[in-house]
Each structure stands twice: as C-alpha cells, then as structure tokens.
C-alpha cells in the first residue's frame, strides 16, 4: 500500500516536470563546463607529498592552510625553477621564478592577460550584479586618462578631505588618550578620500553611501573565494544565495547617487543644447570620476553605458579597487610609525613635512607630495616588510599557442601565472637585512 502510494506521487505531473527540467538543466551545464582546462606542466607541486592519492587536491588543501609559509618554502627550495601552487578558490598557479619577473611583465595583454585572471579569481559573471560593466573595462582608460592627468588639480580637495575624515574619525582631543580601531577607522578615511574623486561632495561624506562602498568592496572578494570553491556547474544554483550582500549593497549604492547621476546627465544634455558663449555662464562642471564618466558615455554613443545604474557600477568598481589597497597599507604604515622602529622616524617625517608644507605656502599641491621622499620611502618601506601580498602579478596565458617561460616550460592557454612578493621582499639576497625596517630614505 505505502509503495503504491509512493509511486503514484512521484508519479503526478507535479513532481515529474520540476524534476525533468531540473535534470536537463543539470544535464546542460555538465556539457557546458565539460571542456577540460589547460594541461598542467610538469613541474614540481607544492604540497604534494609522495604517496599521495590525489596530490593536487591535497596539495590544494595543505596549501590553502597556510598560503604564506608554503609560498615562503618555494622560494627557499625551487628559487630559480616555476612550481604548481594548487590552492583552494583558484585554479592552479604555475608560480614562476623571481628572476622571471621582467618576462612576465613585457608580455602584452594579447599573451598574458590581467584583466583574465580578475575576472576568473572574483567570478564577475555571478558577483557584479551587471557583469557587462566590469567585462567593459571603460573605467580602466577612464582612470589613466581623466583621473591620472588631473590629480594635481585634485590634490587641495582631497587633502581637505582626509582632514576632515582623521577628525570625525580620530577625534581632534589631543590631551586624552582614546581607543580605536585603526584598519577599521582607515578604511572609512580611505573610502570617504576616495569618494572625494570619484562623486564629490556632499556624497563623499554621505556615510550610508560611502558604507555601501565599503562592503561592496568586501563582498567582491569574499563572493569571489566562496563562488570559486564550488564546481563550475554548481556555481549557477549558488550564486544566488552567495551574491545576496553584493545585490543588497549594489542597490542601496545605486538609490542613493542615481537621483545625482539623473541631474548630472540631464545639465549635460542642456549644455550641449547650448551655444558655447551661453554655456559659459553656468557653473563649473563637477572635476569627478562620475562627471567624466558622463562625458566619456556619452562620446561612446551607446546609451547602456549612460543609463544611471550603469554609471553607478562603474562608480563601485572603482571603489572596489581603490578602498582596499590603500586600507591595508596605510594601516600597516600607520603600525610601523606608532612602533617607531627604527626609532626616530616620526621625527624624520615631521620635521620633512613641515619644511615642505613652509616652502609651499602652507598648501598641499602635486609640486608638494613630490617632494616628500623620505615619507615616500617610508610608506614603501613598510609596503615591503609588511606586504599584504604572498603573490602578485597574476595573469591568464590568452594566446593560442600558449607561452614558454624563458627556463623552457611551457604554459597552455588558460593557465594562471604568478610570481612570489612575500618571499621576496624577506630575501636578504635581494634586499640588504631584508627583515628589518629602515630609517628613510631606503628607496
């Protein structure tokens, strides 16, 4: 009775249909994703140990335990040869060595890909509510030409920003002592300086937008690790639930500078309505990322790329890649000076600021930050000993033909490639005590 019962409900059209279309769905995405990746070269395997079943799913195991001190051991042990680091959250890498560094580096995009690898390492197609607009890379020629050229003209705003936020967020009490978070403090300094260039005021300082940013940019990476960790047919049905933050803070970001986008678009058309001589009696254009996204949109043409929710995008892209970067490394800075180790150097960089400041008018100018070389030397000094990154440089070999290092292995379309920075900058071969920080000028 019960098996009859049994088979006559799975049997009802109810649950037969879910169930077929649920398997032909299964079925597609295994024919989908069935194509094999790039062959792996033979080379050593860090983490693979003799005997082992499956060394490059255990390697991947031990590896993803403690990334550093494995990258650390290559160095040491194959410092002149490539070795396979297979690690959880990425495909394999085929680390190469130091000494090969400048071939990757002379490698055109057509070879070696950057933008391959950013998109494969934070799964943009599942994490970025619209993967065309990362895919579009618009904001990379944006940045090097808009942004870069004008840097000087933005350096009296932005040194007025981080003013202000190291007062909201540090307090101007100098006679109490206060307790702090400092990676956390720095990060919503970062992201409001950053907000300063990319949408201005009053949105920079917006602390719901400037939050929205923030955790934008964490959910990026975070989404990224997780979505990699699943096997790629699987990542269709996840994604949804991993990528809720990035969707939550994607629209919060978008309500809360579209109404600012809309106006900006909608003077830009006025503008160009205009005759010169009458466009000239109107304010000044905002000097922002967002105001020359615009006017780079609407030069394209193509009206996807200045509908608001796009430019908003591009606007958290940036953010993405500004915030955390300049979080990591002005904290460790920030730690090194407290420690004043070697002794004195906050002595240094005072005294070398005040004599900048006092030979510029007492205003921070491009002319000005060029000429604080032992601060420079300091911030990468600190960079060095302390660096957030146990690889760096990564990239996807795009040609066809693949590539041959110069010590004669040969690399298949689709590998990653990476080189060691941590191990690196410890090496007393490289660096002269390489473990202990120095007095400025270093570099």
């Given at each position: 009775m019960l ?21 032909v769905?299964?079925?597609?995405l ?113 940045l ?8 000087g ?49 009053p ?11 923030m ?23 996840v ?7 990035n ?24 503008r ?12 000044v ?69 005040k ?24 911030m ?5 000993l ?5 690889v ?18 040969h ?17 007393d071969?490289?660096y ?12």
């Open positions: 098996s009859e019962t049994l088979t006559t409900l799975l049997l009802r059209p109810a649950v037969v249909v879910p169930a077929l279309c649920t398997l769905y299964v079925c597609v295994l024919l989908k994703w069935r194509r094999r990746g790039p062959r792996l070269p033979k080379i050593p395997i860090m983490g693979a140990r003799k005997g082992d079943w499956f060394p490059i799913l255990q390697a991947q195991w031990r590896n993803t335990r403690d990334f550093k001190t494995v990258m650390e051991q290559a160095h040491a042990q194959y410092k002149n040869q490539a070795v396979l680091v297979p690690v959880a959250s990425s495909p394999p890498l085929v680390m190469l060595p130091h000494h090969e560094v400048d071939f990757m580096v002379q490698q055109p995009d057509s070879v070696l890909g950057f933008n391959e690898r950013a998109f494969e390492l934070y799964q943009v197609d599942y994490t970025f509510v619209d993967p065309s607009v990362p895919r579009a890379t618009l904001h990379e020629a944006l090097r030409t808009a942004l870069t050229p004008r840097i003209t933005l350096v009296p705003a932005l040194a007025d920003e981080v003013a202000w936020a190291f007062d909201k967020h540090w307090g101007t009490n100098t006679t109490e002592w206060q307790e702090l978070c400092v990676f956390e403090t720095m990060r919503h300094i970062v992201g409001g300086v950053a907000n300063r260039a990319f949408v201005g005021l949105f920079c300082r917006n602390p719901e937008l400037v939050n929205s940013g955790a934008f940019a964490v959910d990026i990476p975070l989404s990224g690790a997780l979505m990699n960790l699943f096997w790629a047919p699987l990542r269709p049905l994604a949804p639930l991993i990528t809720l933050p969707r939550i803070h994607t629209r919060a970001f978008r309500r809360l500078i579209t109404g600012e986008i809309k106006r900006r678009l909608k003077d830009y058309d006025a160009q309505a205009m005759s010169p001589d009458e466009a000239k009696s109107l304010p254009e905002p000097s922002d990322l967002l105001q020359w996204s615009i006017h780079q949109a609407k030069s394209n043409g193509n009206p996807f790329l200045w509908r608001a929710e796009t430019l908003a995008d591009r606007i958290l892209i940036v953010n993405f890649a500004a915030i955390h970067t300049t979080s990591f490394t002005s904290t460790w800075a920030i730690f090194d000076l407290v420690a004043s180790i070697p002794q004195g150097t906050v002595d240094i960089l005072r005294e070398e600021i004599s900048v400041l006092a030979a510029n008018g007492g205003a921070w100018t491009k002319k000005a930050l060029a000429q604080l070389v032992k601060l420079e030397s300091a990468r000094e600190s960079a060095r302390s660096s957030i990154l146990a760096g440089l990564g990239r996807v070999v795009v040609a066809e033909e693949g590539l041959t290092t110069p010590s004669g292995v690399l298949d379309k689709g590998q990653h490639v990476t080189a060691p920075v941590y191990a690196v900058m410890l090496d071969h490289v002269e005590d390489a473990a202990t920080l120095k007095t400025p000028p270093v570099f």
